[in-house]
């Protein structure tokens, strides 16, 4: 934000007056600084949201669909970053990006695999999808992001939607925890278990008079 003032005014006043003028001008800057002054700051920052407060580049984050991390001491750096990038690349998103953010967030502990299925059984896409780039096979439109197991399982079940819809909109991300075994699609994934015992008597053979 620079040097910018934005209670100049009052501080010129403040100069010109004394008593009661002067208690009122230091009591009208004190209120601002407590209540307003980082509203405003933060509003300022719009323009460059990367360089603004925490507020801000989680804002711009979420409204352009980016990862927000709740991680302690480095999740401002990591999201200022890729929201820099993600501003800068403008139409060459896509693939580049998606591995630049996984590199961000989780370093070398992930792999993306392009997906291929048989030629012969085209009709029955996408039932034979493999990892392996095989003969008599062609590359699909999917991509499968296989993280390892010394990820945090929570993160990763809350960033992959937002991973997904880091690539255009014809791309098809299966996010594959090792730690868990499973892939995270489209749909949620949520377990339970309830019971409860409940004793039946039967009276049956008891005859009715």
């Not at 961000?104 to 009709?123: A, E, F, G, S, V």
């Amino acid at each position: 934000m620079g040097t910018v003032s934005f209670t100049r005014p009052i501080d010129q006043q403040v100069n010109n007056h004394q008593g009661l003028e002067t208690a009122l001008a230091k009591a009208f800057k004190q209120v601002f600084a407590d209540v307003f002054e980082q509203q405003v700051k933060d509003m300022l920052d719009y323009g460059c949201p990367h360089l603004g407060s925490r507020t801000v580049i989680e804002r711009f984050s979420k409204q352009d669909g980016l990862v927000v991390l709740r991680r302690p001491y480095t999740s401002d750096t990591l999201m200022r970053v890729i929201y820099a990038n993600w501003s800068s690349l403008a139409s060459e998103r896509g693939l580049g990006f998606l591995e630049f953010v996984l590199r961000m967030i989780w370093t070398d502990q992930w792999q993306i695999k392009r997906m291929w299925h048989p030629i012969k059984t085209y009709l029955n896409y996408p039932a034979h999808i493999t990892v392996d780039e095989k003969p008599e096979h062609f590359l699909t439109s999917r991509l499968r992001i296989s993280i390892e197991d010394t990820v945090d399982t929570s993160e990763i079940i809350e960033l992959s939607p937002i991973l997904r819809r880091l690539v255009p909109a014809n791309v098809v991300v299966k996010v594959h925890s090792k730690a868990l075994d499973v892939e995270l699609g489209d749909s949620s994934i949520g377990v339970g278990v309830y019971g409860r015992v409940y004793q039946v008597i039967d009276f049956s053979d008891l005859e009715l008079t």
